[in-house]
């Protein structure tokens, strides 16, 4: 069965950080660009970054450059979010996704994890 599976969502304080997972199962990441998006409520989902397949080229959402991070670890089959400095704007529920290439369809989605920055 194939699965990418999210982790690391949870509750902040503005300010403060957290580190997101995305864990593939029953396929090999290595060869897929690798996204993440989000979508807060009342909102559409939107792209928040991507990862090419080989970790060499990057892309960020404008809001979210200069505090997010992405990686990935094909050893680990694993892809990552370090997301620092959070803003309540920030809140949604944010999934992992593998894509052909960054800006393509996407191939499969997480579940989703909720991260919620508040006072």
């Known amino acids: 069965q194939l699965q990418l599976v999210e982790s690391g969502g949870g509750l902040v304080k503005p300010g403060g950080s957290l580190r997101l997972s995305c864990a593939a199962s029953?396929?090999?990441?290595?060869?897929?660009?690798l996204g993440w998006f989000r979508q807060a409520p009342g909102k559409e989902r939107e792209a928040v970054s991507c990862?090419?397949?080989?970790?060499?080229?990057?892309k960020y959402l404008d809001s979210v450059k200069g505090r997010f991070t992405i990686s990935r670890d094909n050893a680990k089959n694993t892809m990552y979010l370090e997301m620092n400095s959070l803003k309540p704007e920030d809140t949604a529920v944010y999934y992992c996704?593998?894509?052909?290439?960054?800006?393509?369809?996407?191939?499969?989605w997480g579940q989703g994890t909720q991260v919620t920055v508040s006072s």
């Open positions: 990862i090419s397949s080989n970790g060499g080229s990057t």
């Open positions: 996704a593998s894509l052909y290439y960054c800006s393509g369809p996407v191939d499969h």
């Open positions: 029953g396929f090999n990441l290595d060869y897929y660009a």
